[in-house]
């Protein structure tokens, strides 16, 4: 197997191979096709049930089904495994082809030099539906998906492929398998995730009704999760609604983080409106912390307004989320705050994190700060800071200087211990 793959990848190289997956190669070339002649999705299953039946042995078969997903996604990559387990992925290149077998075992041939990098092409916007199906009462046994990117070995039962699976069909017989009391979340989950991929009118509502419903609440936070995967405003208006009504504690940090992944340009503004509410401090909490993992520069605006009129312990969470963020302007915030904030938490928790930020600029505004504080612990603090930043050399020679040279014994002190410390 290995050597097929370095074959392959060699071939790439030299622009001698071309793999360009459709629809119609995108079924395992074991499973038996079975011609749809615009019958239902229902139909089609139980004529791959009698071909089963009539033509195998056992007691399971898989049947698959490629699945348009709605404008908007922007998942690279989506794999649901055997187990109900989902993995999805962004930021990719897409120029990758991946072998599976049912063992999980994997290999990977990628174009990696220029000339090569675009020769695997495949469609992003459909998905393969895979279902293990009872041979006897078509009980789902199993979910799996993937896109074209991904080949997957079925060698556990036969399979057959159904041809021209209508989205409304594929919708009805995923809703009526959520709403089946007889399946657990390893079959309910990952029919959630598929539920939300569907262009279809009823999508939004039925996944609002089950976040909002009595199941078990993992599945109700599946479903909300999914509802803020949807990159549309009906489900970032439903996500607000379905927050503003819960009543478990647990449901209602899980929207908070639902509504924090969705896409909506409101997010900041209801995030904002969450940490200045009068909830429990860890919905606050959650809100504060989702703010700071928005790349967008008026996060920081609502963070640096929130500081303002905080309490000392959503102020130190607050800074930690100042701190995640990615603009130029969180490292000059955290040094305002680690040498001015009246209050000395939050100045502990502003120096810890520059300590963490990799840049000579913290690193420096640490340093002024062993030299210019007026608390002994402040400094101490910040020699701490010091010895945690990542460019080392740097921060070792200001160690040894500290220890040499700083007027104040316990601050030397400090430093020479943490010197030997980063020496070792």
């Not at 492929?161 to 089946?180: K, M, P, Q, R």
């Not at 009118?201 to 009595?214: E, Y």
């Not at 000395?344 to 420096?364: D, N, P």
Request: include cysteine; aromatic fraction near 10%; glycine fraction near 6%.
């Amino acid at each position: 197997m290995k050597l097929f793959f370095k074959s392959l990848f060699l071939l790439f190289q030299f622009g001698l191979f071309e793999i360009s997956v459709s629809q119609e190669s995108l079924a395992p070339a074991s499973f038996i096709r079975v011609e749809s002649g615009g019958k239902k999705l229902p139909t089609q299953i139980a004529e791959a049930q009698q071909r089963f039946q009539r033509d195998q042995d056992g007691d399971r078969f898989w049947i698959g089904y490629a699945l348009t997903i709605r404008d908007g996604f922007d998942f690279d990559e989506i794999y649901i495994h055997d187990n109900g387990g989902i993995t999805i992925s962004r930021g990719g290149k897409g120029d990758f082809f991946i072998h599976e077998d049912d063992e999980g075992e994997i290999e990977e041939a990628a174009a990696e030099s220029e000339e090569s990098r675009n020769v695997i092409q495949y469609n992003v916007d459909q998905i393969a539906v895979f279902l293990q199906l009872q041979a006897r009462t078509l009980q789902i046994k199993k979910i799996t998906a993937s896109n074209f990117s991904r080949k997957k070995v079925f060698r556990d039962a036969p399979g057959y492929w159904l041809s021209e699976v209508e989205s409304g069909d594929s919708f009805t017989y995923l809703a009526e398998t959520i709403s089946n009391a007889s399946y657990n979340k390893k079959i309910i989950e990952p029919a959630l995730c598929l539920i939300s991929l569907h262009d279809h009118p009823q999508a939004i509502p039925f996944l609002t009704h089950t976040a909002g419903g009595d199941q078990h609440i993992e599945i109700r936070k599946s479903a909300a999760f999914w509802l803020g995967q949807i990159p549309v405003e009906a489900s970032f208006t439903t996500l607000v609604q379905l927050f503003e009504k819960e009543q478990e504690f647990e449901m209602k940090e899980h929207l908070v983080f639902a509504i924090g992944q969705h896409g909506s340009e409101k997010v900041i503004g209801q995030l904002e409106k969450i940490a200045r509410s009068r909830e429990d401090f860890d919905i606050r909490e959650k809100a504060v912390f989702w703010i700071g993992q928005i790349e967008r520069d008026d996060a920081l605006d609502v963070l640096i307004e929130l500081m303002k009129i905080s309490g000392s312990e959503l102020k130190e969470k607050i800074v930690f989320s100042i701190s995640q963020h990615k603009s130029e302007r969180a490292a000059p915030l955290l040094i305002e705050i680690a040498e001015s904030d009246r209050d000395r938490e939050v100045r502990k928790q502003a120096i810890f994190w520059l300590g963490q930020m990799a840049s000579k600029r913290t690193l420096h505004a640490l340093g002024d700060i062993v030299e210019s504080a007026d608390e002994t612990e402040t400094k101490e603090q910040a020699v701490f800071a010091i010895s945690q930043h990542a460019d080392h050399d740097e921060a070792f020679d200001m160690l040894m200087d500290i220890a040499k040279h700083n007027p104040n014994p316990e601050v030397r002190k400090e430093g020479d211990f943490l010197a030997e410390s980063n020496r070792r």
